[in-house]
């Protein structure tokens, strides 16, 4: 039996500086439901960024899939061993922008510096912001409107990926975002009342766009099975030769430069995703009392710096890199968390039993030769639910029209020419059209609408 807290406390763990460690079945109960979704809805996810990786850094597929139990580890790590109240993931909302990035080096050792050098100037942000403690303040000099424009941008790059990538699958993936977007976002379906079956389709809508489409891909001929039954042998001497400094070294300082501006995109993003998971977090509080959550954004800073590091030597360049939060696995979690004790003891047990099984799995042949087929689905679905996400947050962070046309300007800007472009034509943007006081802009521009659609009266 795992260690019981004090009604109203913290959950106990192995504590080592500002981390916490807790075990699943030592400091946290297992709980299966959760173990076995999971790690399944993991596995298939992680595998989407294979074909990124044959792409960009022209590597074999046994190479790409050894980066995935790597992966998997290292995301683990951000809540069993660093002892973080979030279910982590990749920094999804960036992925668009850097694969639009990477698009502009050479597929191969020049492509994988430049991922390198992306990850080690995010690396160094994380580490700057937690040691200094000043990531809050950072974001809030950051006016909201590029904020939304720099996701805005992600949004479009996103969308303007899958459009390209349909043509190659067009009734498997239209099929698939049909029935994920239904389930996650749409309104009748909400309206529909509740029951176990509608419980079952929302906590599961990822998987049960990979089901449909399968079905649908086998109908259609798009996709073929071909499962195998044996052990996976990971090749990880190919990957250290292809993908980390120990084969191919460390990029140049020119790297480093270039990488610089998307880097600090790519971190308002992530400060964007910590306060969605905390909030989410905070929301979940109100019903159980029974448990202190601590949250902590410089152990968030600090873990994110340690993962992204730590993979970088022991997995090499990582596209979708190290980010806090999986918002979907994160709302699962969070809604199981809600219905009381009895159910999820802890938020830890779901954080922590969630990647439980997602390494052993990846190593099963007929699990991997089962996902195959598939993988094209689950980066296309990931893309289009962070493009979908990313599209109306950002319309939700400006109330001016003006603001709303800088915005799309920015991203747009962004998605078609890189970030560096974004950010600076869209700070020079910003100054000549809304002013250095946001606040004041802002009335003056409610004002004059007010006034506007009086006279239309």
Not at 39 to 46: D, L, M, R, T, Y
Not at 155 to 175: G, H, K, N, Y
Not at 444 to 456: A, L, P, V
């Amino acid at each position: 039996m795992a260690e019981k807290r004090q009604y109203g406390g913290l959950q106990p763990g192995a504590k080592w500086g500002p981390f916490t460690t807790r075990l699943p079945g030592v400091h946290v109960d297992v709980s299966w439901p959760v173990v076995i979704q999971g790690s399944i809805i993991a596995v298939a996810n992680g595998g989407a960024l294979a074909p990124l990786m044959m792409e960009f850094f022209d590597v074999p597929f046994e190479v790409a899939w050894t980066t995935v139990s790597i992966q998997a580890f290292w995301v683990w790590a951000h809540t069993f061993l660093f002892g973080e109240p979030h279910v982590p993931g990749w920094i999804t909302p960036a992925l668009p922008l850097i694969i639009v990035f990477l698009g502009g080096f050479t597929p191969g050792v020049e492509a994988v510096h430049a991922m390198m050098a992306l990850m080690i100037t995010v690396s160094a942000i994380f580490l700057f912001f937690a040691v200094s403690g000043l990531g809050d303040k950072f974001n809030r000099l950051v006016p909201d409107t590029l904020k939304a424009g720099i996701i805005l941008g992600a949004a479009i790059a996103a969308f303007m990926d899958e459009f390209e990538r349909v043509q190659e699958l067009p009734f498997t993936l239209i099929s698939a975002w049909i029935v994920v977007l239904l389930i996650m976002y749409s309104i009748p379906f909400q309206k529909i009342p509740s029951g176990k079956i509608k419980a079952l389709l929302a906590a599961n809508a990822l998987l049960v766009g990979f089901i449909v489409a399968g079905i649908t891909g086998s109908i259609t001929g798009e996709i073929q099975f071909d499962v195998q039954w044996g052990i996976f042998v990971p090749q990880f001497g190919e990957m250290f030769t292809t993908l980390s400094p120990f084969g191919v070294g460390l990029p140049g300082w020119d790297m480093i430069m270039t990488a610089i501006p998307l880097a600090l995109t790519i971190y308002i993003l992530v400060f964007g995703d910590l306060l969605v998971a905390d909030s989410l977090i905070r929301d979940a509080s109100k019903n159980r009392p029974d448990e202190k959550i601590d949250i902590n954004y410089t152990r968030s800073h600090y873990s994110l710096a340690i993962r992204n590091i730590g993979h970088l030597f022991t997995g090499g360049a990582f596209v979708p890199m190290h980010g806090p939060l999986w918002t979907g696995l994160q709302v699962f979690v969070i809604e199981r968390y809600k219905q009381g004790r009895n159910i999820m003891d802890s938020i830890f047990t779901g954080t922590t039993n969630i990647f439980l099984l997602a390494i052993p799995l990846s190593f099963l042949l007929p699990v991997m030769t089962l996902l195959l087929p598939i993988l094209d689905v689950a980066l296309s679905l990931t893309l289009l639910l962070t493009g979908f996400a990313c599209a109306y947050i950002a319309m939700n962070m400006v109330t001016t029209n003006v603001g709303r046309g800088i915005a799309l300007f920015i991203g747009t800007l962004t998605a078609l020419e890189g970030p560096e472009w974004g950010l600076g034509a869209g700070v020079v943007l910003y100054i000549l059209m809304m002013g250095i006081d946001r606040k004041n802009f802002n009335l003056r521009n409610k004002e004059d609408t007010n006034k506007n659609e009086e006279s239309q009266m």
